[in-house]
């Protein structure tokens, strides 16, 4: 079996002080969020996994793209009948992380989930390819299906019958909105002394932050 045991990085190529942080959570994801966007070895910067706990108590764990973000908090978009969708309809709630190695860097967020306005989802649906507007079509997400051979048939089929007129948006694909309500930043340091800043709502609904132990 192979030793994974010696297998770690120092990190050492950034800090994270209280002087140099925002008081807004969301403030401090955007500087951070914009320099993962300029580091050119992260492809997908706004790629991060997302937690649920399902109706039956289990728990899962998957990547999907972050699409928006302000104020109020992460927008992704899905297939409201998937796994994940059945989840946040039993518990909307979700924990979303975010790992950039090349910046030693992690955000993990908890988050209370809601759906999108209809009319937000018709928007940002009615922006993409053709070809992944067809996608959402032919997928019935996290339903088992026969065969590669089933999508691909299933896909050309959806080509000639969309080749001259415009795909709607189906109702079971959309986006959620995950309002935070905690948020921390990590930034790998030397020695395992971690900077770790963890914000959360006070009694007043003020952000606040302190400091973990690494
Ligand atoms: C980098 C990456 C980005 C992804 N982005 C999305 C996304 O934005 N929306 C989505 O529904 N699935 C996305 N997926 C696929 C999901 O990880 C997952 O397989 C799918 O949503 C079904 O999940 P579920 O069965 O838990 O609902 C992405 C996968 C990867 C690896």
Known sequence: MENLYDWRQNYSKSQLLEDQISESPMEQFKTWFEQAQACEALTEPNAMSVASLEADGSLRTRMVL???????GFVFYTNYNSQKGLA????PQVSLHFFWP???RQISISARTEKLAENISDGYFSQRPKGSQLGAL????????PSRDYLEERLTQLEKEYSDREVERPLYWGGYLARPYEIEFWQGRENRLHDRIRYRFDENMQWVHERLAP
């Open 88 to 91: 946040l309809e039993a518990h």
């Open 66 to 72: 972050l699409k928006e973000y302000s104020k109020e």
């Open 102 to 104: 090349a910046l030693e």
């Open 138 to 145: 032919v997928s019935n997400q996290s339903s088992v299906i």
